[in-house]
């Protein structure tokens, strides 16, 4: 006879599958962003698509914004370092020029606004009338672009050679203001994420065209479709699905913008001029070259200033709101005292980084050797860190809607600049440029730092 089971037989336990977790890759990120934007564009439901992203998240500011800003603040050497590889220091010497005069024509583009924009925490102007006027100034960038060039009696080759680093500054100026729109609405990871897009997409476009066309024109050309491609698939799309919609624009709000921003427009325009002085007192005095080796001593300088800011920026909107409560003042002070203490301490990590790295960096990368421009690095390392400083004493003005007040430091300190360069570089060549920066930012800083006093003791 067949054997019959138990009826104490416990029954068998069937087999769970385990649960397929969904991998959240960049490809499914990306296809997932395709696919929002091409409902959204071709089934006419902007208006309808829901917020995707969370506000306020802290940690994820951080990260990203700093991913952002890293990008966007190596670009500049990763293409002098590119394009002195690929195409020899003289020719790059061009190319870093018209990128520094892009660079310079950017504070045209941004006007001054952001932190204006980031800090109007009640919205008492639109985001449609900040964008109209940012159009505007990006337009006035490139008349002046071609003013310059004019002037300067360019050839065809240095015109086009700037014109897409215009372009591509003129795409970063228009870009700020939507991504000062997603940080005014508490989403700061989302400008990172576009900033580092367009960084990343632009310097390598540049860098294949470089390589495979040895053009400089196709390359610096190509860089300005990249960050324009960026723009319009990324940037201004990411900005109207995950904020607001805003209230239609008023003339009187971007004449409103033109005249509240005037002060900070020039002062910043006049500190950027301040800082690219010392390298247009070069230009016809030295050769070409010599504004490669200036960059590439400034670039350590100029990632202290963006250190620095990584740690403000964030906080700006939460700087406005503790200085709007009288009660808090003394721990703004506090703060601000906090930032200053931060300079220091990268001034003197920047000072061990031109001890120990700089030279055989800057040899293994642009393949000349640096060791004479030992002492001029260390120089331009303090003038950095006097740089971050100033740079935030200025913010924090800004943020105390003070601006117009610096704006006649900002003056004075361009004059002496000017002068200092125009005859330390004849008298001294190289190393009389270096001197003159460190110079004037050390008068700079006093200024500013005696200026934020004079405000808080007028505050009390």
Known sequence: ?????????????????PRQRHRVTLASIINGWWERLFSAVFGGTWDQQPHMYESGRGGRDYLLNTLGSVAWGTLFPLLTVVATQLSGAERAGHFTMAFTTATLLLYVGNYGVKTFQVSDIEETESFSSYRAHRLLTCALMLLLGC??????????????ISAGAYGFRAIDALADTYEARLQQQDKLYLAGVSQAVRSVVGVTLFSLLLLVTKSMVAASVGMAAAALASFFLLTAPLTRLETPRSRPLAWIEIRELFVECFPSFLALFLFALIENVPKYAMEGVLPY????????????????????????????????????DPHKRLRFDLIVAAMLVVCAIVTLAGLAYARWAAVPLGTLLYGTNFEPFRNAQYLMVLAGGLSAAIDFLYQIITVLRQQALATRIYLIATVLVIAMSVILVRLY????????????????????????????????
Not at 149 to 160: F, I, K, N, P, Q
């Open 1 to 17: 006879m067949p054997e019959t089971p138990s009826t104490h037989t416990k029954p068998s336990k069937r087999r769970r599958r």
């Open 147 to 160: 003013a310059y060039c004019a002037v300067r009696h360019y050839d065809t080759e240095m015109w086009l």
């Open 289 to 324: 070259e010599s504004q490669v080796f200036f960059s590439a001593i400034y670039f350590p300088a100029q990632a202290m200033l963006m250190m620095v800011g990584f740690v403000y920026r964030p906080q700006l909107v939460r700087l406005a709101t503790i200085w709007n």
């Open 429 to 460: 060549g190289f190393d009389g440029a270096v001197w003159s920066y460190l110079g004037v930012m050390a008068a700079l800083f006093g200024a500013l730092g005696g200026q934020y006093v004079f405000i808080r003791m007028r505050a009390q």
